[in-house]
């Protein structure tokens, strides 16, 4: 599902010429390598991440036990 969502959000921010926000998506392969490595939680390779958004989703997994606890 994210994959087609991704190159929709591409297509749209292409039509609507809104460059900054192409250029926040970045190339796919490497959205989807900081996505894969932040879901995972992969706190080895957090310095590998390319994208803020990909970096803050990495920050939430982590702290997501923390928040949980009663």
């Not at 010429?17 to 490497?30: H, M, P, S, V």
């Not at 997501?64 to 606890?69: G, K």
Request: with cysteine; hydrophobic share 45%.
């Amino acid at each position: 599902m994210t994959i087609p969502c991704f190159f929709d959000a591409l297509s749209l921010a292409r039509i609507a010429e809104a460059n900054t926000f192409r250029e926040d998506l970045g190339e796919a392969q490497d959205f989807f390598q900081d996505i894969q490595i932040a879901k995972l939680g992969h706190s080895d390779q957090f310095d590998e991440l390319t994208m803020e958004g990909a970096i803050r989703l990495a920050e939430l997994i982590v702290l997501r036990p923390f928040l949980h606890r009663n």
